[in-house]
């Protein structure tokens, strides 16, 4: 359910029912699942970062019992995403892969995301630099190509300062990460609570708006 819930565009299947990779900040992991037990296979020495990228101390238990009883649509929420953890991924590949899913399905989005050699570490910004404009439009990125190279441009002259962007609240993020070219609020909701796990970040995105209007507010007051 984590890797399909969309917030992630690199935890893969593999070529067995069960087995899952993925490689974040330069490490491996491979998963195995068994029905509802998990087995981690990763280098020496990096399974404090595997734990902590599937945010597994956090209590998401308490975070369900606290939901209003009253609130019927949002207890059958948390029931169908039982087991969902919100990933705590690198900041400069949800920028990339966020820009990217722009009015792109998930199968899409991982299509282009994963387009080359695989397995792969994602590109640094000074990595991704090297692609010219028309060598991004030419993995069919469309409009997108050019908010990728002018944010590869970004970071590279420190505009985009990645460390600073790392170090900000929720809200001085969402201000930082809105004033780059080609970055929108919902983007930048998907960067801070994906990449900076500001778990009160909210992505609102045509589905969401849908849900909110029919569920939580009367559409005539807006």
């Known amino acids: 359910q984590t890797a399909l819930s969309g917030q992630c565009f690199r935890l893969m299947p593999g070529k067995e029912p069960g087995l899952w990779s ?12 068994n029905d509802s037990q998990f087995t981690f296979e990763c280098e020496e020495g990096s399974l404090e970062y595997w734990l902590s990228y599937f945010d597994v101390s956090t ?20 029931k169908a995403g039982a087991g ?12 990339i892969t966020f820009v990217i ?20 570490a994602f590109p640094t910004p000074e990595q991704l ?28 002259e420190g505009s985009l300062n990645l460390d600073l962007l790392s170090s900000q609240n929720y809200k001085e993020a969402i201000d930082y990460l809105t004033s780059f070219y080609g970055i929108g609020k919902k983007v930048a909701n998907c960067v ?29 007051k807006y």
């Open 129 to 156: 630099s090297r692609a010219s404009l028309d060598d991004l439009l030419a993995l069919k990125l469309g409009y997108r190509a050019k908010y990728i190279h002018r944010l590869c441009q970004d970071a590279l």
């Open 22 to 33: 993925v490689i974040s900040q330069g490490k491996l992991l491979s998963i195995r699942q």
């Open 84 to 95: 969902i953890r919100i990933l705590r991924q690198d900041p400069w590949e949800m920028i």
């Open 59 to 78: 209590d998401y238990q308490a975070m369900i019992d606290s939901i209003d009883p009253d609130d019927t649509y949002l207890l059958s929420a948390a």
């Open 192 to 220: 801070c609570l994906f990449g900076l796990h500001h778990i009160d970040a909210f992505p609102v995105d045509t589905w969401i708006q849908k849900i909110l209007m029919e569920h939580y507010f009367d559409e005539k």
């Open 101 to 120: 899913s722009q009015q792109k399905t998930i199968p899409a989005i991982r299509s282009l995301v994963e387009a080359g050699p695989s397995p792969f």
